[in-house]
């Protein structure tokens, strides 16, 4: 046996490790939490929204999610603002959501229509009380909130792989974190699995050769990459050589934190269907809201991970460890991973620009600016995005 002499490295006095704070934490104040709440954000599928209170946690924060009796979605702060019993208890009517302590009513904009203990309903007392809400708008078979300042608060974008919805199509949302290569809530930070969108080069190794090949057969095949900055993010230009032809796929990263990405399960090329919106529960939990176009009902369930032929939530710890998928290569780095403890070389090129762009975003607001991808401009809501893949014949 030879013993280690004093110069040799190991793994004792290493330093503490640490991680990128301004982009991890996601609370009210915090630089990214600032950030994340200039965009609007999907907070649950359409129909979560009913008469009985919900309770549900966005960036931190621990909110009621209803449906009033004139079918108006509300999001408030839980606590009641007249003595602080939660409206988790409130029961829903016509005009709003009314606490079971002295039976305030609130409207889904958070002002207080009646204080029944007080004289003529609280007429003389209502107007100064409101509770803390925030406002909501459907689409796609979504919620979404903006949690944001209100003067700065922006259309909530329409996007184009969602809007040409051909003949026998519909739009599907899904909340189950297809993409998330495991549960449906994630117990690590957001950004570990975002910036994964930016990584091309795991798809072979992880996904094509260490766990088997858990895609369609080209995706095993090693890519030459080209990573790209966009006016709503980064995007991978990958080219994998098929022989008889070049298979093109384009992968985005849309700010604040869209998954624009072509299925690697499909067979047939086009543009992409899909959009998954990483949503940050908390520093340490995340989950995906997805919608796509879709021909069938539950078409979006049927394309979740599979792994040696099961579910994720079918395999046993040791088939967790033998086929492992992203789930695994994100939750082991820890609850928030430590970025000091990151060598990065040239193939995490599109991680190091996708963290450039959410620092130049937080110098944005730190200014009192806008940030990338939002407009207050009706003429301009529609994102079109180049998210996709085809094969490109070799000529002649």
């Known amino acids: 046996m030879t013993e280690q002499t004093g110069t040799a490295k190991t793994a004792y006095g290493r330093p503490t490790p640490s991680f990128f704070d301004e982009l991890t934490r996601v609370g009210p104040g915090t630089p990214m939490g600032e950030l994340l709440r200039r965009y609007w954000h999907p907070v649950g599928l359409a129909g979560d929204a009913n008469d009985t209170p919900r309770r549900i946690r966005v960036l931190g924060e621990d909110l009621i999610l209803f449906r009033d009796g004139a079918a108006r979605p509300g999001l408030m702060h839980p606590r009641c603002a007249h003595r602080g019993a939660s409206l988790y208890y409130g029961r829903v009517e016509q005009e709003g959501i009314r606490c079971c302590y002295h039976g305030w009513l609130f409207a889904v904009d958070g002002t207080c229509v009646e204080q029944p203990c007080e004289p003529d309903q609280g007429a003389a007392t209502c107007g100064k009380v409101r509770q803390p809400h925030y406002p909501l708008h459907e689409r796609y078979g979504l919620i979404f909130a903006y949690m944001g300042p209100p003067e700065k608060q922006p259309l909530l974008p329409r996007y184009d792989v969602l809007e040409m919805v051909e003949e026998g199509e519909f739009i599907e949302a899904d909340d189950n974190s297809i993409g998330s290569g495991g549960p449906v809530i994630v117990p690590c930070n957001w950004l570990q699995h975002f910036e994964n969108v930016m990584d091309p080069f795991h798809v072979p190794i992880l996904h094509g050769s260490f766990s088997g090949n858990q895609f369609i057969a080209k995706m ?23 022989g008889h032809g070049t298979h093109r796929r384009i992968t985005e990263a849309v700010l604040p934190n869209v998954r624009a990405v072509a299925s690697p399960r499909a067979e047939k090329d086009g543009p992409a269907t899909l959009l998954g919106w990483v949503l ?37 710890e040791a088939e967790h460890q033998k086929f492992p998928g992203d789930y695994e290569a994100h939750v082991s780095q820890g609850d928030i991973t430590f970025h000091s403890e990151e060598n990065l070389t040239s193939t995490d090129q599109g991680i190091a620009m996708l963290r450039r762009v959410y620092r130049r975003q937080l110098a944005a607001v730190a200014a009192g600016g806008d940030v990338m991808g939002v407009t207050f401009d ?10 996709g893949s085809a094969v490109i014949g070799k000529a002649g």
């Not at 709503?232 to 990958?238: A, D, E, K």
């Not at 009706?378 to 998210?387: G, N, S």
């Open 280 to 316: 940050p529960i908390d520093d340490t939990h995340f989950r995906i809201y997805s919608a796509g176009r879709v021909t069938e009902a539950g078409a979006l369930a049927k394309i979740r991970s599979h792994f040696n032929g099961k579910l994720w939530h079918e395999l046993t």
């Open 378 to 387: 009706k003429d301009k809501e529609l994102v079109r995005l180049d998210a």
């Open 220 to 242: 095993a095949v090693m890519p030459q990459v080209t990573f790209e900055y966009t006016d709503r993010g980064v995007r991978s230009i990958q080219l994998r050589d098929l």
